[in-house]
């Protein structure tokens, strides 16, 4: 019996194994079956797309002439403007023009008369006409200027810049010398702030050479007179043990105990008031405070008796870096010859900065800016030349990964890192990434300056010696610091409003000879954020700027395009610390928004229309840098895209943005460095998308395919939409689904938008930085 049932378990195991194993061959089949259809399916739409890709082509092609429109839009009006110029007649020079740009220069150079309230003046004409030729680098193709022009007009920035700040230092000696005039009724020194919207000049000279205590005399004399009183209570106490004790028999009983108490607690009552009285009087002579704009300094002891005068000079621009810094795409002269890239401090067993030392090749163009200064194509190729210098040197993503961890230094350990050093040991010197950290909030140039001779007066006369010598700086050695501090002067600057610190900022000093900023020299910095005021100490007397990492709000971790009118448009950014709108109209944009923690801020450009350049350019002043140059991918880990994709993509969106909705997915990460897969969606209506709006979009630049996949999926496949085909555009591809009332739009839309919006797609790069 057992073995009866024994045998009929293992003939139905068996059975069931013979129809499982039926079934998973059926399976099987069927599943080849379909991978069989299917790819018979995807070559009748590959030969479909060979067959319809010229005329596809062709058509795209008709529309990107809207693009050479815009271009010689641009031209003709640089044209028109150089025209209006010319019969405004103002006295103001074209910068384009060497004999007028020279013979401006020269003038203001000649010019005698240095008062402070002129040269602000003046400084407002130079820093347009700089403006004006950066944007012309900038924008310009090589159709309107030649290499040798963008070379002048360089050369024409730096010595507009070099002759304004000489202005001002003539300005400073016209003012010291008639520096007892400013004196100050308190004090008896000079004092002296004129601010505009540029510029903030404060300058205090040392005139009487003694202390003094006039800002704090009720404080010093309430001190001097309890020293006092005190010290006449002991002066009455000091009598015989005998008579003591019998003084306090009569009068309180205490015990001569409790007399040598009270003197121990009387004297050193009298010493705490004499050392708080002391600090005060040494406080009252080395603190000085501009409080008109909150900036001052500790003034070494060695300067005591001294005739110096303490400039801070802070020029909301920045002169002193390299015109790459903050116009990127401008060779420095001294690079042009450099063949290569110089590879980074980690790869060659550099100290961060020698890079600089050793004169390396600057950042040639980033995208942004070859696409006004070569035209659209010529930013393709550049693009993907960049992309080939980082992209395609056969590096595996492993290799990717691993660099991006050896060369990205997260900002708050650089930070941490840099304040560390700042703190009190002894630093190594180090020069300052300019790479990844960026100047913000302008250039404060602190400065020890002799004082010259003052006029006497001699009854109905005045006399005063004349030095032909110009202004000299005090000659004052790190030195001579006391040594108990680590610091030759202390320095605390009020942090402009119109600037966002998003991280403490780091402090560095501008090394003149090795033409570089650096971070030694700078200690025990203190950091007041609600006050938005920093405190450091310096080595000597130097100018400063502060930097902020040029690349802590990337990767973005959103953003949507989508059409809001004829012709306008609203660009939507979500960056790691804050929420940027823009509209776009016309060849205009205007900052919406931007949001900081729930709260808008930077009022001052919010609300104002200008050109995509003009926005791009303010946006950074204000410390909200959106824009990756070439070399940011060494410092952002985000899988990189392959240029000619992302170029085409930009070009193609910015066609179909007065109809259609653009924004991130998150697949895109997952699609690799040739494919690139966002969100797309027709959208005649005022608002955002919606969720269920959205198609999903994969495109290689040659080749563009609807996704069956969505945002909620839980794995990435490039199994196609049902009823899709392939197309070598998206306009073709977006085409086949939209409105007639959609593609009238797209047809219809103005070359100025579609040109402003290629431009802010090309210069924030959403699709390799989200």
């Known amino acids: 019996m057992k073995s009866d049932g024994k045998s009929k378990k293992s003939k139905k195991e068996a059975k069931l194994r013979a129809e499982a194993q039926l079934r998973a061959e059926q ?78 220069m020269s003038l203001w150079r000649d010019d005698q008369d240095v008062d402070i309230q002129l040269v602000m003046e003046k400084e407002e004409v130079v820093l347009n006409l700089i403006e ?182 802070h020029t909301c621009y920045d002169h002193v870096s390299p015109l790459w810094v903050h116009c990127q795409g401008l060779p420095r002269p001294e690079a042009s010859d450099s063949e290569e890239l110089a590879e980074h401090p980690e790869d060659t067993g550099q100290e961060p900065g020698e890079e600089e030392e050793k004169g390396i090749k600057e950042p040639s163009v980033p995208a942004a800016e070859e696409t006004c200064s070569t035209g659209r194509k010529e930013s393709a190729a550049s693009l993907k030349e960049n992309s080939n210098n980082t992209d395609d040197i056969k590096e595996t993503e492993e290799e990717t990964e691993m660099n991006a961890d050896a060369l990205d230094v997260p900002s708050q350990e650089a930070d941490a890192l840099l304040q560390e050093e700042a703190g009190g040991r002894e630093e190594a010197p180090r020069a300052v990434d300019l790479q990844q950290l960026l100047p913000l909030g302008g250039v404060y140039h602190i400065d020890a300056l002799q004082l010259p001779p003052q006029a006497q007066d001699l009854g109905d006369w005045s006399m005063v010696e004349l030095l032909d010598v110009g202004l000299e700086v005090y000659p004052y050695s790190p030195g001579e610091a006391e040594d108990d501090t680590q610091f030759a002067v202390q320095i605390t600057l009020k942090l402009p409003d119109n600037v966002i610190y998003f991280k403490v900022p780091v402090v560095a000093r501008w090394d003149a000879a090795g033409q570089q900023w650096r971070t030694d020299g700078i200690s025990e910095i203190t950091y007041e954020a609600e006050e938005k005021s ?19 709000n990337l990767p973005y971790q959103a953003w949507e395009l989508h059409p809001t009118g004829v012709d306008e448009g609203l660009f939507t950014l979500t960056a790691a610390f804050a929420t940027i709108q823009i509209q776009i109209k016309d060849n205009q944009c205007m900052l919406s928004s931007v949001v900081v923690e729930e709260e808008e801020v930077l009022s001052h450009i919010t609300g104002k229309w200008m050109s995509p350049f003009a926005l791009r350019a303010a946006l950074k002043r204000a410390g909200v840098n959106i824009f990756p140059a070439e070399y940011s991918p060494k410092y952002v880990p985000v899988p990189r895209k392959a240029a000619l994709a992302e170029v085409k993509a930009y070009e193609q969106m910015a066609l179909l943005a007065a109809a259609f909705a653009f924004a991130h997915s998150k697949w895109n990460g997952e699609a690799g460095p040739e494919r690139i897969v966002f969100k797309a969606s027709e959208h005649l209506t005022v608002g955002s998308a919606k969720d269920n709006d959205w198609s999903l979009y994969m495109f290689n630049g040659e080749k563009v395919q609807n996704l069956k996949l969505t945002e909620t999926s839980e794995a990435f496949t490039e199994e196609l939409e049902e009823e899709s085909e392939f197309h070598s555009t998206l306009y073709h591809m977006l085409k086949a689904s939209a409105s007639n009332e959609a593609m009238d739009k797209v047809e219809r839309a103005g070359f100025l938008f579609i040109d402003s919006v290629y431009q802010l797609l090309l210069a924030t790069r959403v699709l390799a930085y989200s």
């Open 534 to 552: 920093i405190t450091f100490g310096m080595g000597a007397f130097y100018t400063v700027a502060l930097f902020q990492d040029a690349h802590l």
């Open 132 to 313: 004006q030729l950066e944007f012309l680098l900038l924008e310009a193709s090589p159709d309107e200027i030649t290499e040798k022009q963008r070379d002048q007009y360089q050369e024409f920035i730096l010595q507009l810049q070099d002759l304004l700040h000489q202005k001002y230092n003539e300005a400073t000696q016209n003012l010291l010398k008639a520096a007892s005039m400013y004196e100050d009724s308190e004090t008896g020194n000079m004092h002296t702030v004129i601010k505009d919207k540029n510029t903030t000049f404060c300058i205090w000279a040392n005139l009487k050479k003694k202390a003094s205590i006039h800002s704090a005399d009720s404080q010093c004399w309430l001190l001097l007179w309890s020293g006092l009183e005190i010290y006449k209570f002991l002066k009455m106490q000091q009598q015989s043990p005998v008579t003591a004790r019998r003084n306090l028999e009569e009068k309180q009983q205490r015990s001569c105990r409790d007399l040598k108490f009270l003197w121990k607690q009387c004297f050193l009552l009298m010493h705490f008031i004499f050392s708080k009285l002391f600090q005060l009087l040494a406080k009252q002579f080395k603190n000085h405070m501009f409080q008109e704009v909150g900036h001052g300094f500790d003034l070494p002891k060695s300067l005591a008796l001294s005739s110096v005068a303490v400039r801070v000079l």
């Open 27 to 104: 399976e099987e089949a069927e599943r080849l079956e379909r991978e069989r259809l299917y790819q018979e399916h995807l070559e009748k739409l590959e030969a479909k797309y060979q067959g319809e890709k010229e005329s596809e082509l062709a058509e795209l092609n008709s529309l990107e002439q809207k693009f050479l429109s815009a271009q010689q839009w641009k031209m003709d009006y640089r044209e028109q403007a150089k025209w209006e110029h010319y019969l405004k007649c103002d006295g103001t020079p074209d910068p384009t023009i060497p004999q007028e740009i020279n013979t401006f």
